[in-house]
């Protein structure tokens, strides 16, 4: 199975998944200097918070993600109605990002890379790495303009392509894992890998 054959099992659900943070806080961002954070990106713009110039603490948003399946509930083991991937997504201090997608069809993982920069209300605006020709999400779908928000407190990222917010690749923090790569046709099981877990669950 191609990417642009998993992109056609997952687009259409994009628009019926709801988003568990969705009404969540958004991350304060710019915050005091004195915090001791060195989260700012050596290879990235200063970008500040559109409303009040001050500068952007990226340091909350660096880590890795991992995707949650709104049909499957994350470590469980089950049928995933159709969506069998697991995606992780790394937001790095250097001013770039990745992500790792595997599907049960794939041969072996799909890498993307992208460059990101802070841009108004508290969003990191994605342009394709140096290896990439176009602008992607997570190379399943070419967009023309792709954003990403942080929401607390879970912490969790959420995506806006070509200005349409995507509640469907909601992610949360830590690498995701194999535990089932669909050994038996149709049943997947992805949970945290190993030291991933937060320590304390998100209420």
Do not use: K
Request: charged share 20%.
């Amino acid at each position: 199975m191609t990417t642009r054959s998993i992109a056609t099992l997952l687009l259409p659900l994009v628009s019926v998944a709801g988003c568990q943070c969705a009404d969540a806080d958004l991350v304060e961002l710019g915050s005091d200097a004195s915090s001791g954070s060195s989260g700012q990106p050596s290879g990235s713009s200063n970008g500040g918070d559109g409303s009040t110039g001050e500068t952007f603490d990226v340091s909350r948003w660096i880590g890795r993600y991992h995707f949650e399946n709104p049909y499957l509930p994350f470590g469980e083991r089950g049928d995933p109605l159709g969506t069998y991937s697991l995606i992780n997504f790394e937001i790095l201090s250097d001013g770039r990002a990745e992500v790792l997608l595997d599907d049960c069809s794939f041969d072996e993982p799909v890498t993307s890379t992208y460059e990101w920069v802070a841009s108004e209300e508290g969003w990191l605006t994605l342009s394709p790495g140096p290896d990439e020709v176009s602008l992607s999400l997570f190379g399943l779908q070419e967009v023309d303009t792709l954003r990403v928000q942080l929401m607390g407190p879970c912490r969790a990222l959420r995506f806006e392509a070509d200005g349409v917010i995507n509640t469907f690749f909601t992610f949360h923090p830590g690498e995701s894992c194999w535990v089932d790569r669909c050994t038996t046709g149709a049943v997947m099981q992805v949970d945290y890998c190993e030291g991933e877990e937060p320590g304390e669950a998100c209420p």
